[in-house]
């Protein structure tokens, strides 16, 4: 039994990575403009992520306290642009946080 909880616990840490980063993807091609939270989250789900909104604008203000994206609100809907920061992580300038599934450099 408890082997499945972690691998469960395991796979949910998985997701949380993954969705960082290919936010932190999609926020580099839409540079310099930033991305809506909407494009974001159909981005996850297109790379077969089973992301929610919520899920999104978490991961969205983790990536804003370690100063790699900032976001701004327009109304009920958020939007989000890489800073300086995120775009060397993303252009493997920068070391990546642990937490961060970023791909090796190949």
Sequence with gaps: MQNRIDAAIDMARAEREALRWILLSALWHGRPYGVNE???????RDVL????ADQVRAELCSLEKRGLVAIGKSGPVWWAELTA???SLVEY???CP????RPPRW
């Design 38 to 44: 909407h494009v974001l989250l159909m981005t996850a």
């Design 98 to 101: 642990p937490d961060i599934a």
């Design 49 to 52: 992520l089973r992301s929610t």
């Design 85 to 87: 920061e995120g775009e």
């Design 93 to 95: 300038r920068a070391d």
